[in-house]
């Protein structure tokens, strides 16, 4: 997030800021695979349990100062919901 003047930008974001994330805290592949194949797994499918998705959760959620619903980080949830979901967030006006 960046300021200008008193306009506030937020960087969106992405499945690059997802898999980068994913490979600090639950050691995930570099290479996941081709990115389109990938969106619309269910998490489970691509091989994360619910630990590593917890941690990439909190992870998330300090760096890009938002809190995630409890449900936006489960074994069905796709790469792509994910990224809806703190993009949603991110655009959201201050409460």
Known sequence: MTTKGTEVTVR???LEDL???LVEVAGADEDMGPDAE???LGFEQLGYESLA???TGGRIERDYAITLADDALHAEVTPRELIDAVNNLLSAPAV
Do not use: N
Request: avoid cysteine; charge should be neutral.
């Open 53 to 55: 998705l917890l941690e």
């Open 19 to 21: 898999k980068r994330i």
């Open 12 to 14: 969106a974001f992405t």
């Open 38 to 40: 990938i969106l619309d």
